[in-house]
T-cell receptor, first 113, second 111 residues
């Protein structure tokens, strides 16, 4: 079945540590996205990528980094510079033409201890 | 920057009552999409509206896209407990792939 796989589902980290969240899709989608979800604040865009080896900052990119070396993969690194990283992180993908509907992964919940 | 607001933020209704959520973007959208997120789950696509003034129906759900392509609404007739969840609107600003979502409306349906 085609879809988006995010891992890990739950992650705990100590303050000052970097952590990388994985996002893999087998939908042959060109565009991929990372969103952060906090209670009552909806979905906020962190980074997005329209094509391999290219990505753009979203509205809350500070303290995060991404790479897009392969079409299928768009990992997100939460760095120690992110002051409040505890949140639910969602990865999504879409085609670059036609309906451009987003398909979301199941999410990764990061807790900083 | 582009912002998308949704009202209300929360809504509690008795089962059988109607429900409406409103979505307003600060910029014109190429299209608007609606997603539903069940508690503990991830957003799932419901519908896309593309044309100015467009109205679409899915059973008890009615979606509208404003004439200026900056606002939209979702109306649920006779809510059921299965309608519980958070409803998000959003879409790409015209000419971009930058998808911005609204703050969401959390719906609770009391049996």
């Amino acid at each position: 079945d085609g879809g988006i796989t995010q891992s890990p589902k739950y992650l705990f980290r100590k303050e000052g540590q970097n952590v990388t969240l994985s996002c893999e899709q087998n939908l042959n989608h060109d565009a991929m996205y990372w969103y952060r979800q906090d209670p009552g604040q909806g979905l906020r865009l962190i980074y997005y990528s329209q094509i391999v080896n290219d990505f753009q900052k979203g509205d809350i990119a500070e303290g995060y980094s991404v790479s897009r070396e392969k079409k299928e993969s768009f990992p997100l690194t939460v760095t120690s510079a992110q002051k409040n990283p505890t949140a639910f992180y969602l990865c999504a993908s879409s085609t670059r033409s036609g309906a451009n509907v987003l398909t979301f992964g199941a999410g990764s919940r990061l807790t900083v201890l | 920057g582009q912002q998308v607001m949704q009202i209300p933020q929360y809504q509690h209704v008795q089962e059988g009552e109607d429900f409406t959520t409103y979505c307003n973007s600060s910029t014109t959208l190429s299209n608007i999409q609606w997603y539903k997120q069940r508690p503990g789950g991830h957003p799932v696509f419901l519908i896309q509206l593309v044309k100015s003034g467009e109205v679409k129906k899915q059973k008890r759900l009615t979606f509208q896209f404003g004439e200026a392509k900056k606002n939209s609404s979702l109306h649920i007739t006779a809510t059921q407990t299965t309608d519980v969840g958070t409803y998000f609107c959003g879409g790409p600003a015209s000419g971009t792939y930058k998808y911005i979502f609204g703050t969401g409306t959390r719906l609770k349906v009391l049996a």
